[in-house]
């Protein structure tokens, strides 16, 4: 499985993004999905989570009220929608893709993981 995370980019606080994670394989869509971030130096941390249907939603503290995510099977694409971003949600943000049907927040849980997509929002 090959995971292709993209549409990060540099914006104020304030603004909003949305990321994409693409899957090459149909097979994802009976995966729960999630996305990480990690700035350099410090450790990966969970952001949100959804379950293969994703009707099931988890989110980080940090990340309740302003980022949503969603998925969309038919087309093998999970969103991250981030809005009110913060100077303190700059980090290079991974999907990834849990070994199980669920929606988690341990790294441990997703077996395939994609390329990051840097956010960088100034202040």
């Known amino acids: 499985v090959q995971l292709q995370a993209f549409g990060g980019g540099l914006v104020q606080a304030g603004d909003s993004l949305r990321l994409s994670c693409a899957s090459t394989?149909?097979?994802?869509?009976?995966?729960?999905m999630g996305w990480f971030r990690q700035v350099s130096g410090k450790e990966r941390e969970f952001v949100a989570a959804?379950?293969?249907?994703?009707?099931?939603?988890y989110y980080a503290d940090s990340a309740k009220g302003r980022f949503t995510i969603s998925r969309d099977n038919a087309k093998g694409t999970v969103y991250l929608q981030m809005n009110s971003l913060k100077p303190e949600d700059t980090a290079v943000y991974y999907c990834?893709?849990?070994?199980?049907?669920?929606?988690?927040?341990?790294?441990?849980?997703?077996?395939?993981w994609g390329r990051g997509t840097q956010v960088t929002v100034s202040s």
């Open positions: 394989r149909r097979t994802s869509s009976n995966n729960g």
């Open positions: 959804l379950d293969w249907r994703g009707s099931n939603t």
């Open positions: 990834a893709q849990n070994r199980w049907s669920g929606a988690g927040s341990s790294a441990l849980q997703y077996s395939y």
